[in-house]
């Protein structure tokens, strides 16, 4: 018999025996607006190379999904890195550090290297010939010894130091073209997917830009300045204290200095917390604090540690939750599935916000409301509040930055901070960990301990969270006064047993199997630290309990 039955798309149908995904890719493509790049066959994501078997089911991820867009990306920084192989000579050929996203792209640095337009069209023109030539991405699996010792005689020292950490024997690279790499993640294809991409230099180095999902273009660049800034000074401070990726963290771990690493971390978020607390202080004007930032971003505890800053200067902070200004559960407006959307800005009553906080500038006593989730109306307790000359309102929310919020107030009066958990940490020069996961593991293990919802929710409720960020808050980060990044570069070594107990219940046949395992496999890499030696005032303590603070 030459054909096999597969379900394609929901739909049996059958396929020649021995044909490959990229070859049912390539027939499926007009059916579909964006290029195919990978595939989830029976709930586990796959590469096109894989040849099909009876019985398969498949379903196509094109570079319009997350899974989809990460390959590209991926595909694309091995691509630049053969370019940057090719184009300098041997004597001359520099680490090749992916440090960040910015404004969809990735900001990079070529060790020693400022950012030279010369130097970025040959690396360009490199990579166009590449893509030109339909080069394959061939993965090879290598023993771990022998990888090791390639990654120190090609200059790889980060990747030699990773792998000393890796249980497993064997480890796949890839090949292209003769340049051997490692990437955590799969692959797309060949390099003939990879057509749309632009590399600028940005700042001290370059950006290499993917295409939108939603427009599959590369839209014009915006840069991000204070983001640009914020980031540049944390990556700086890691690589200055040998954070800076996981063998960094791991080594600190295995010579028994984590505990220093944890007082060096909580240090220097302190040392930011009380640099801002000044700044407010130094503004006579400022009676708002307004603080935004996208989910798990720590934004409680960050707000009660910089009341304590703020008390040490004199002033008399009080804290203001918009989420109890939401409007009752029967007026709150919905997606387009008729989903209750929590985050949209007309959730909030607006208007009483405002007639309040005019009143309390005023020097009015006003009654403080609060929201009952359980039965969605907003209740008045007896709660009431007035403030003084040295009274100052910490006022937390999603849409704080956006001043449509806040309209009437006097825009002296407000100072805007922005926080997020911005991953610093990478796996190595190649390989980011995306900011985004450390949020997502964050939320998994608060849901779980305060919420009760397993993890299976949290991821499958994740890209709907991501939505409403994406509309609501990453738009308005630019007009902070201050940004501030939540991170801790030792967090994901606390974590790791809290998410790997909640991840190994998620069952293979569960939609959310996939990213599970993908975050199970992310945390293969990292040594376990304790979590007693955790300060109870850090931000962290919000997300795996023992705070000492309300949250």
Known sequence: MDEWMVELEGVECPIQRETTLEELAERCQPDFQAPIVLAVVNNKLAELTRRITNGDKIHFVTTAETPGSEAYERSLLMLLNKAVYDVLPPENRRRVIAHFSIDRGV???????????????????RMEELVEENLPFRKFSMHVDAAREYFRKNGMQDKDRMFRYRRSSYINLYDLDGYVDYYYGYMVPGTGVLKKFELLTYERGFTLRTPDRKKQEITPFVPQTKLYSLMLTETDFCEHM????????NDRIASGHAEDLILEAEARQEARIAEIASQIAAKTNVKFVMIAGPSSSGKTSFSHRLSVQLRTRGLVPHPVAVDDYFVDRDKTPRDENGEYDFEALEGVDIEQFNRDMNALLEGQEVPMPTFDFLEGKRTYRGNTLKIGPNDILVIEGIHCLNDKLSYSL???????????????LNIDDHNRIHTTDGRLIRRMIRDARTRGHNAKATIARWQSVRRGEEKNIFPYQEKADVMFNSSLAYEFSIMKPFAEQLLYAISETDPEYMEANRLLKLFDYFLTMSPESVPRNSLLKEFIGGSIFPV
Do not use: W
């Open 107 to 125: 900001f990079l640095e070529i060790e020693g290297c400022q950012s030279d337009e010369a130097m970025k069209e040959q690396i360009q023109a």
């Open 410 to 424: 006097p825009q002296e009066s407000k100072f805007r901070i922005y926080i997020s958990a911005l991953t610093q």
């Open 242 to 249: 040998h954070c800076a990726n996981v063998a960094d963290i």
